[in-house]
């Protein structure tokens, strides 16, 4: 079979194997750290040998490789011949690393490139001691040439043991309708147990020939095969004659006969365990159904604006009947695009060993939650912050080993990475037994690096001081690690989460450890908000920051260090204008309303000329010119077909009130209180 | 510049009475001027945002951008749409969309220095039709140098 990117069985193994290939990752930290579980070996074995099968058929030799090895090297596990050490374990994970790679060529429709010589010496090395001098000539079986089919004519052709297991395999996979003993597993167990004894019933053999259907290279390559059984007993099928090939030591043969019955089973798993009662969608069409729902939300919010003008019970009606449709058809399609948090999470465990072994210091992961759903997009944008603060939390959270052991903790450090869904949003926080952040650095850092005076750092509560590492500019860590960031990274996971509409918050002890909450929205494309009328446009603030909303001319306007300042149920807030933010001139009117804004650990009180109500907005992207404007996360189609900015207000903000408004909100003693209390 | 000008018909517009063209294969459509929603704080060639059939559309008035006086609006204006592959467009101000003209390229001439004007960044030749000179004008070099990710 020729390379062709575009097939359906291409897109296939891609699919199965890219998922397996994720989840190997996981799997094999998880064995690392507990060798004695049989059913995470199994799981990997699995994975290889799948993975194998599949990249055999395809011809993709250098992923057949690899994974051949690994498994070979999980085959000698399984028995007991080999133990499980960091030894063994990281040519493994450095073939992974390859494999990955790989994948992305493939991704690419790029055929990958041979697997680097160095990994595969590795692992052969692993797997004979003995003769790790000598190139090792691959264990071979020879069979009929007739078996390639047209395509090659070469009568010299030989099928490499994985090539032809790739093909019984795929057989395999194709007959899972037929289930029971199955008349290919009958030929594989035959010819490679070599069993002189088992004779091919009529029965079998039939059912053999009405599973292969038309694919004829198979149903040649098994006809060849049968054909040899009834005359010569199997097993002097089985060695390879040697012709230009190097010869193939007895040795090889029998590893291969050895091993194949074990294999067969393993191998056929995971395709029992599916369920038949799901479908795989194109994420594409997903996405193209979410579009159109949103166009159905929008229309929705029309009827809704005409309702005012047409007065009618029975337009009402229909128009509420439409409503909860609408919203039910919502919630549905959101539904579908949910996908486990595992996805992201499971690439995490073996960051955290790698980092850790690079650091030379013992660091558990241990994850919560990892069911937890949310939008598809979602979890792809969470994977980059959270790799960034886990890698954060091995290296600057969690002390070196001594540092620990002085300070009387378990040598093994803790990272806990969990994930909840509390109503519309989910919470992710990142805690680690760590060193936790020392406020008084913190306070020095912040006057040495010009961030505030010296006065205004000294009344900074310390929670406000921890939430300081967000803002650029600011790293804590003396020397410059190649692990983690040179103080570019921590505002950039900030700014990340903002325009996913999510907030980050941090807290620490001293000596305790570091906890990094971050809340999101579970669904991107949807978003509650609040319609705002500044000036003469319409926009939308997201619902979830707005505490409360307050009448103008309810409330008390002061003036503090500069600035205006309102006074609301006992706490003080920075007044801000959206008419100065938003370049409008400034007025006064009776619609004037007060939003009180909480956003990640600052709050506000804003000044909007009208409030129009509640919306639930579908967020359009802004083109390529304004794409990554702070201020805004987007725009949406309003009820009358205009347009309305979405404020983020948090970014906006910070954007227009410069730096200082952040030490001004801390200053004024908005939260710290309440929160250090 | 690319093989996309070997269909060598071209839109002429006008701005500040200066000829324009792009290639006829990079314009969507030619639209009116809809209400647009201002974008507070975004660079100031940005005019603001429309709904184009759901979609959202920026509008940009690259006179201010190539140092040239911004033009009242007037019954002749027009936002013309620029395609700018990946699904990406942008609604170019225009005072006026004159023609569809062929255009001789092999007779293109590089732009005169311009002094310090940002003109030479975006167009790199002007060509002669019927005696007038036209700038050809590359969008998505414009927008490439404008966009809010490569001025920030």
């Known amino acids: 079979m020729a390379f062709d990117p575009h097939s359906e069985i291409f ?78 374990m990281d040519p493994v994970l450095a073939a992974v690393d390859e494999l990955n790679v790989m994948f992305e060529a493939l991704q690419e429709g790029v055929e990958p490139e041979a697997a680097p010589v160095t990994i595969i010496q590795q692992l052969e090395a692993i797997l004979n001691p003995s003769s790790v001098a000598e190139p090792e000539p691959k264990p071979e079986i020879q069979v009929i040439a007739e078996t390639r089919g047209e395509a090659e004519a070469d009568e010299n052709e030989d099928i490499s043991e994985d090539e032809f297991e790739a093909l019984l395999d795929r057989l395999d996979g194709d007959e899972d309708e037929v289930g029971g003993a199955s008349g290919t597993e009958f030929v594989t167990d035959v010819l ?59 040795a090889a043969v029998e590893k291969a006969e050895v091993k194949k019955p074990k294999q067969k089973p393993s191998g056929k798993t995971p395709q029992h365990g599916k369920s038949e009662s799901s479908v795989r969608v194109d994420t594409r069409r997903l996405d193209d159904v979410m579009n159109m729902v949103g166009e ?47 996805k992201v999470f499971s690439r995490f465990p073996r960051v955290v060993r790698d980092l850790a072994r690079k650091l030379n210091r013992k660091v558990k992961l241990e994850l919560v939650g990892e069911e937890t759903e949310v939008d598809k997009n979602l979890v792809e944008e969470l994977a980059d912050p959270l790799i960034h603060l886990i890698r954060n939390a091995v290296d600057h959270g969690v002390e070196p080993l001594n540092v620990r052991m002085a300070a009387g903790k378990p040598a093994e450090g803790t990272v806990v990475l969990s994930a909840e869904q509390e109503g519309d949003h989910i919470l992710l926080t990142i805690k680690d037994d760590g060193a936790g952040m020392n406020p008084e650095t913190l306070r020095h850092l912040a006057v040495k690096r010009g961030m505030m005076d010296q006065e205004t750092v000294e009344k900074l509560p310390d929670r406000a001081l921890y939430n300081l590492i967000f803002e650029p ?108 933010l938003l370049e409008e001139p400034q007025t006064h009117s009776a619609e004037q309303r007060v939003l009180i804004i909480e956003l990640a650990g600052h709050a506000l009180a804003l000044v909007v000329d009208q409030v129009i109500g509640q919306e639930e907005v579908v967020i359009k992207p802004l ?55 | 510049m690319k093989e996309a000008l070997l269909d060598n018909r071209f839109i002429t517009f006008t701005l500040n009475g200066e000829i324009y063209a792009i290639e006829v294969l990079k314009i969507q459509e030619v639209i009116y001027i809809p209400e647009i929603t201002k974008v507070p704080g975004a660079p100031s060639f940005v005019v603001g945002v429309i709904n184009l059939r759901g979609i959202l559309l920026t509008i940009v008035d690259t006179s201010v951008e190539f140092g040239l006086a911004r033009q009242p609006g007037t019954e002749y204006s027009r936002v013309v749409v620029v395609s700018l592959g990946q699904d990406e467009r942008v609604g170019l101000l225009v005072d006026g969309v004159s023609e569809v003209v062929s255009l001789d390229l092999s007779s293109r001439e590089p732009l005169p220095t311009l002094g310090e004007g940002k003109l030479v960044q975006y167009a790199y030749h002007i060509v002669y039709n019927d005696g007038r000179p036209v700038i050809l004008l590359d969008m998505e070099r414009v927008v490439d140098a404008v966009s809010w990710s490569s001025a920030a």
């Open chain 1, 11 to 88: 897109q296939d193994f891609l699919l199965e194997a890219g998922e397996l290939l994720e989840s190997l990752n996981e799997q094999l930290v998880e064995l690392e750290s507990n060798p004695e579980d049989s059913e995470a070996l199994n799981a990997v074995f699995r994975g290889f040998h799948t993975i194998k099968g599949g990249a055999g058929f395809l011809e993709l030799t250098s992923i057949v490789e690899l994974c051949h090895r690994s498994e070979d090297l999980f085959g000698l596990i399984r028995e007991d011949k080999l133990k499980l050490t960091e030894a063994v």
């Open chain 1, 623 to 677: 083109g390529t010119l304004l794409r990554g404007m702070p201020g805004y996360s987007g725009a949406t189609i309003t009820g009358d077909g205009g347009v309305a900015m979405i404020l983020d207000i948090a970014s906006m903000v910070s954007k227009r009130a410069g730096g200082d408004f952040l030490a001004f909100s801390e200053f004024s003693g908005l939260n710290g209180e309440e929160i250090a209390a």
């Open chain 1, 192 to 250: 490679l147990k070599g069993d002189p004894e088992k004779e091919f019933t009529e029965d079998e053999f039939d059912l053999l020939l009405d599973t292969l259907d038309e694919e004829t290279v198979e149903v040649e390559a098994v006809a060849a095969v049968t054909q040899v059984i009834p005359e010569s007993k199997a097993a002097e099928v089985l060695p390879s004659e040697p012709q230009s090939a190097p010869p193939t030591p007895p």
């Open chain 1, 296 to 342: 159905l939300v929008l229309i929705r919010n029309r009827f809704e604006n005409l309702k005012q003008s047409i007065s009618s019970e029975i337009v009402d009606r229909t128009i509420s009947d439409l409503n909860l449709l609408t919203t039910d058809i919502q919630e549905v399609v959101m539904r579908l695009r949910m996908q486990p948090v595992r």
């Open chain 1, 473 to 580: 500019g600011f790293s804590t860590k003396k020397e410059i690690s190649d692990v983690s960031g040179r103080g570019v990274g921590m505002d950039v996971v900030k700014t990340h989460i903002n325009q996913l509409n999510g907030q980050i918050d941090i807290d620490s002890e001293l000596g305790g450890g570091t906890t990094i909450a971050i809340q999101v929205p579970l669904t991107l494309a949807i978003m509650p908000t609040l319609m705002v009328r500044v000036g003469s446009q319409v926009y939308a603030i997201p619902l979830p920051g707005i505490i409360e909303l307050f009448e103008w001319s309810f409330v008390e306007v002061g003036r503090v260090g500069g600035r205006e300042v309102v006074r609301l149920r006992d706490r003080t807030y920075p007044l801000i204008h959206a008419s100065e």
